[in-house]
């Protein structure tokens, strides 16, 4: 099978390659997702590590030093929002922090409500894996709540909607696999969420079916469809999705891989695994069709995020120079950069590219892509 080539623009394991930056981390776990921030001027990208470590790049992320600037940055694993006149810090789906002077200082910490709160007594926190600001000033998480911490019952996913700058928020109905599909352990689980158009959010998820799973949402969050399959096949493993700046399409990473024989959980050879081959691609139609998934990562490489600067495209995620199981902190942070333009002009696969796909078992039903003959009409799939 032909891979999908983008030139490179940037490659490096952070951790390992520059382990006098992250002496505070020694030992200690350490995750590559939503570490990103805007920085003070539009040349300058920046990466928060809970606030005891933040670098700073000026060359697309060839070279990265500690960041020298008038702001702090406090925990925000999910990511910081600018409102223009407010900065929001939202950490781990559970809480977050507010700044009114562009970063300087930061309030107290704010609890954001769960599902536990509001629906069901003892799902205890969410785990948030995704978080958005939308066209309308919305702030979307989407998370799931265990209900036997990955066994042995289901997990709910659900959503937090909150229009005024996450002061007060809305839980939507929650949801786990439609019968006749089991609902546990591990249906649905660590969802990622993204606007496609303004109030048109597409959800995405990994499920123990072998592939990725899908719902969407036309009321900026508040309620879904029931899921659906992607046809993109994927062991249990995280995915990440984004809007790109320019053209507003949709770009996912994910584990192109075929999960292995479900014996143990922490086995190379479960449904968790293997980790290898992380891609991506980008969709221009609202997530019905896709680009030839171009190849991030063909050792251990997962847990991806991605984050757009004003001309690269970066991915940065959880490196391992095998399939094995590890602890989290000997994992490195793989870090992989791009020409946004150039992601931007992948073109969509077509019945002729995306067959060796098909063959290798990645894509397990293309009619789930809606991948048309081009000699028909489109209009059942708009």
């Known amino acids: 099978m032909k891979k999908q080539a983008l030139k ?10 520059q382990p006098q930056f992250f002496e505070p981390f020694i030992g200690q776990d350490l995750s590559a997702q939503h570490r990103f921030t805007k920085g003070d001027f539009c040349d300058q990208t920046i990466l928060n590590f809970d606030g005891k470590v933040v670098l700073q790049t000026r060359d697309g992320g060839k070279t990265w030093a500690p960041y020298k600037g008038p702001r702090t940055f406090p925990m925000a694993t999910r990511g910081i929002y600018d409102f223009g006149d407010e900065l929001v810090a939202i950490n781990g789906g559970t809480s977050l922090k507010r700044s009114f002077d562009d970063g300087i200082t930061w309030g107290a910490e704010e609890k954001i409500p769960s599902p536990d709160d509001i629906h ?11 978080a958005i600001k939308t066209a309308s000033d919305s702030l979307v998480l989407v998370s799931d709540n265990f209900l036997g911490q990955e066994g042995p019952g289901g997990q709910l996913i659900s959503s937090h909607v909150s229009k005024d700058r996450g002061r007060t928020w809305e839980i939507g109905r929650m949801f786990m696999p439609a019968f006749p599909l089991p609902g546990g352990p591990e249906g649905f689980g660590e969802p990622a969420v993204v606007e496609m158009t303004p109030g048109w959010l597409w959800m995405v998820m990994r499920s123990l079916y072998g592939e990725l799973w899908q719902c969407m949402s036309r009321d900026g969050g508040y309620n879904w ?5 992607t046809g993109l096949v994927s062991p249990i493993a995280n995915c990440y999705a984004v809007q790109h700046p320019d ?56 847990y991806p995020t991605i984050y757009f600067s004003e001309d690269d495209m970066f991915i940065m995620y959880q490196s391992s120079p095998d399939e094995r199981k590890h602890d989290w902190y000997e ?6 950069s791009y020409d946004r333009t150039a992601v931007d002009e992948l073109p969509p696969w077509d019945l002729q590219t995306i067959q060796p796909y098909i063959e290798a078992g990645f894509v397990r039903h293309w009619l789930a892509m809606n991948c048309a003959d081009p000699g028909r009409s489109n209009a059942a799939l708009d």
């Open 8 to 17: 490179e623009k940037a490659r490096m394991d952070l951790r390992l390659e």
């Open 225 to 229: 469809n029931d899921p659906t399959p």
């Open 331 to 336: 994992y490195g942070l793989g870090l992989v």
């Open 120 to 130: 069901v007594r003892g799902l205890g926190a969410p785990n948030c894996f995704s």
């Open 247 to 302: 053209s507003k399409a949709v770009v996912l990473s994910w584990n192109m891989t075929i999960p292995g024989v479900p014996k143990d959980f922490r086995s190379s050879k479960s449904i968790y695994r293997p980790r290898t081959n992380l891609v991506f691609a980008i969709s221009h139609d609202r997530c019905k069709t896709w680009s030839c998934p171009v190849v991030v990562e063909e050792k251990g490489g997962f």
